[in-house]
């Protein structure tokens, strides 16, 4: 089973920058797609990001278009989201994700593995 833990987040001003990390264990494959989601409290764990592990295809929510980056480092297995920018709305848990589906989607059910979240908070 893939493991997934999540590091990087924390405390930022409004216009700030994290990076996240996600460092991934376990036997993965390279079809699979890398993805970032958000949950903040009361609201749903919507997508942010995604990234076709072989060729590094990507794929953003258009609120993160231009200032989030998603990226991968093959060799260290990690996943990244480097978020520019920053605004009180990004205000949540980022969780990371992987999809064996082979094909890119865009809802939490069709992910298959999950990490355990960590916190991101812009202060206005």
């Known amino acids: 089973q893939v493991q997934l833990v999540e590091s990087g987040g924390g405390l930022v001003q409004t216009g700030g920058s994290l990076r996240l990390a996600c460092a991934a264990s376990g036997r993965t494959f390279s079809n699979y797609y890398m993805g970032w989601f958000r949950q903040a409290p009361g609201k749903e764990r919507d997508f942010v990001a995604a990234i076709k592990w072989d060729n590094g295809y990507t794929f953003y929510e258009d609120s993160v278009k231009g200032r989030f980056t998603i990226s991968r480092d093959n060799a260290k297995n990690t996943l990244y989201l480097q978020m520019n920018s920053l605004k009180p709305e990004d205000t949540a848990v980022y969780y990371c994700?992987?999809?064996?589906?082979?094909?890119?989607?865009?809802?939490?059910?069709?992910?298959?593995?999950w990490g355990q979240g960590t916190q991101v908070t812009v202060s206005s």
């Open positions: 994700a992987a999809s064996s589906l082979g094909r890119i989607v865009f809802t939490a059910a069709q992910y298959d593995y």
